[in-house]
């Protein structure tokens, strides 16, 4: 397994649930974590002070990852501070719950923008740099939606969805120099994104039970240090969907 000593880490969507999650355990594996939000500054300081109390280095970026130049200044001001990242956990994300013919072309380009092209801009982005250092991982957090369906809605799936194709065309383009690319698709954590939709049931769970955020990082964590898992799935889901 490889070192993640002095390695940076960047999570988007990392001030909460299982970003934060992914955060925390990157800097036990000894990583210097970059974490970016859009919203949540006050949960994100606490992120990043929890981190600093470990002795690793952290900052937190605030910035859209969906918008291109956004993207340009938080790779920037990463780079600054902490230096060009080694490791992306591409865990921003949204949902919106709808019945099937209450969905516009507007949800659908909201859903798929802030899921799926930001995980393309920020991977563009750092991908220069993990080719120059011959190192890299890229870690899409993909969802049980884009197997089964899922509980939100085909604009959800099909951006999750998309979140594999895009790690198996990155796994098989960049296999030989260095860099992996692998998906990550949990279903039903225990995230304020699950206590917000009340009609959802671990019951759907063949274990029964909700998923906890450091069941999915400790995944997360086994894929930075491993060089040899690439274009793969691994499925966080408690048994729903079985490969």
Known sequence: MDSLENKVALITGGSRGIGRAIAMVLATGGCDIAINFLQSADEAAKVIQAIRALGRR???VQGDASNPEETSR??????????????LVNNAGTTKVQN?????A?????ILRTNLTSAFLVSQAVIPGMRQRGWG??????????QLGGVIGPHYAASKAGMIG?????????????????????????????????????????????????????????LAR?????????????????S
Not at 106 to 110: E, G, I, L, V, Y
Not at 137 to 146: C, F, P, Q, T
Not at 229 to 242: C, H, K, P, R, S
């Open 137 to 146: 991982r890229l870690i899409m957090m993909s969802s049980v939606a884009a």
């Open 226 to 242: 491993n060089g040899y898992i690439t274009g793969q799935t691994f499925n966080v889901n408690g048994g729903w969907y079985m």
């Open 106 to 110: 507007s949800d659908w380009d909201f």
């Open 100 to 104: 099937l013919d209450q969905i516009q």
């Open 166 to 222: 895009l790690a198996h065309s990155y796994a098989h383009l960049l296999a030989k120099e260095g860099i992996t690319a692998n998906a990550v698709a949990p279903a039903l954590v225990d995230t304020d994104m699950i206590k917000g939709n009340p009609g959802i049931s671990p019951d759907l769970l063949p274990v029964g039970r909700f998923g906890q955020s450091h069941e999915v990082a400790e995944t997360v964590l086994l």
């Open 58 to 60: 952290a900052i937190a």
């Open 74 to 87: 938080i790779l920037q001001s990463i780079e600054a501070r902490l230096g060009q990242v080694d490791i």
